[in-house]
């Protein structure tokens, strides 16, 4: 396995995966894939099978990094948001393609992701999920912020916010 950041040639694959791991109403379209790889693809991390171009993608995270301390539903398809210098990077999504789950992979791409960014000199990561998961991400060291303002999907959405 090997992790790497994304190319506009995978955006197709990424969006694929996308809709198969949430329902249509919080999934990320393709056009906004396209759009967020377009605009911040290294805060696209990608776990592939191996380091080949035809290598299988396995999971993903990915968001953009902002001085914005909270997740607001604006930001899931306005990359014109991004700020390379961000004091906190988002995370709008934590995919894993589902015959790759229950393996690990997504843990090891987070632990990934939060190393990447405390190098990077951020202040730390906020994302948002649902009540079944709040638990698996705190044992990454997110605290529950409680409910989030976000109606994305017209879902209840925990905040959970890791800071360095």
């Excluded at 190393?115 to 709040?134: E, M, N, S, W, Y």
């Excluded at 989030?148 to 905040?159: A, E, F, L, P, Y």
Aim: aromatic letters at 10%; charged letters at 25%.
């Amino acid at each position: 396995m090997i992790i790497r950041h994304a190319t506009m040639e995978d955006a197709g694959t990424l969006a694929a995966i996308e809709g198969r791991c949430f329902p249509a109403a919080e999934a990320a379209s393709p056009e906004a894939i396209r759009s967020r790889v377009a605009s911040y693809p290294e805060c696209f991390w990608l776990l592939c099978t191996e380091d080949r171009p035809d290598a299988e993608i396995v999971s993903f995270i990915n968001g953009f990094a902002t001085d914005q301390p909270d997740l607001t539903d604006d930001m899931y398809d306005d990359a014109s948001q991004h700020d390379p210098h961000g004091d906190w990077q988002m995370i709008f999504g934590v995919d894993t393609a589902p015959e790759f789950q229950h393996h690990g992979y997504a843990s090891l791409l987070m632990r990934h992701v939060i190393d990447d960014v405390r190098a990077a000199g951020r202040k730390g990561l906020v994302l948002t999920c649902k009540d079944r998961l709040v638990g698996f991400y705190a044992r990454f060291g997110y605290v529950d912020e409680g409910i989030s303002d976000s109606t994305h999907g017209d879902v209840v959405w925990h905040q959970m916010r890791l800071t360095f």
